[in-house]
């Protein structure tokens, strides 16, 4: 099964400010998604990428794909209080793994008015 | 995409008792799945729901405990049996719709006392 390390665990901050998260592997992914969930509720997905260096935009939120299909991280601009959440990324676990996704440790975070 | 629902939405159980939960999919879908989620951590693979046989377990749960079954293409129901305190988590269903892709149920929250 193919690991992803997501990275930080927890980010406080304050409305307006800009924030990364990253999700790390050592394994080539052929693509990964990411998913926001709030209390409460189940995940939701957000965006899936699948191809090399890919950028893609979702309002304040700008998700990349490393070259190396490695890594991704996913960069939200001028944050607000609706954006606080659990986010996770989630790859396809590979090997016999058919249809299986393996997930980061995901990313708590807090956007204070 | 996939609308996915779960009932019950929560519950408190006594222990030793069983709780059975329902998933039904607005479509047909390869596969579905079943997770375990402690508030604000990752989610953990319970099984995957075969349709017309036996599901398949991930290690560390057993069919004994987790009795799973998929009748059809559109719906699931995972039992929690002789249920413990330790059983108290959040549990998610999970459709396969896209090539590598999942959508989520809202969970069901589950207190075990």
């Known amino acids: 099964t193919q690991l992803l390390e997501q990275s930080p665990q927890f980010l406080s901050i304050q409305e307006g400010e800009n924030l990364t998260v990253y999700c790390n592997s050592s394994?080539?992914?052929?693509?990964l998604q990411w998913y926001r969930q709030e209390p409460g509720e189940g995940p939701v997905l957000l965006v899936t990428?699948?191809?090399?260096?890919e950028v893609k935009k979702l309002k304040r939120l700008t998700f990349q794909f490393g070259d190396a299909r490695k890594d991704s991280s996913l960069h939200i601009t001028a944050a607000q209080p609706g954006d606080t959440g659990l986010y996770l990324c989630?790859?396809?676990?590979?090997?016999?793994?058919?249809?299986?996704?393996?997930f980061g440790q995901g990313t708590i975070l807090t956007v204070h008015p | 995409s996939a609308v996915i629902s779960q009932k019950p939405s929560r519950d408190i159980c006594q222990r030793g008792t069983s709780l059975t939960i329902q998933c039904q999919v607005d479509?047909?879908?390869?596969?579905m799945f079943w997770y375990r989620q402690q508030p604000g951590q990752s989610l953990t693979l319970i099984a995957t729901?075969?349709?017309?046989?036996?599901?398949?377990?991930e290690s560390g749960f057993v069919i004994d405990k987790f009795p799973i079954s998929r009748p059809n293409l559109t719906f699931s129901t995972l039992t929690v049996s002789n249920m413990s305190p330790e059983d108290s988590s959040i549990y998610l269903c999970?459709?396969?719709?896209?090539?590598?892709?999942?959508?989520f149920g809202p969970g069901t929250r589950l207190l075990v006392l």
């Open positions: 999970s459709a396969r719709t896209g090539v590598e892709t999942q959508y």
């Open positions: 990428v699948v191809t090399g260096g």
């Open positions: 989630a790859g396809p676990a590979g090997g016999t793994s058919y249809g299986k996704l393996t």
């Open positions: 394994s080539v992914f052929s693509s």
């Open positions: 479509s047909q879908v390869t596969m």
């Open positions: 729901a075969n349709q017309g046989s036996e599901a398949t377990y």
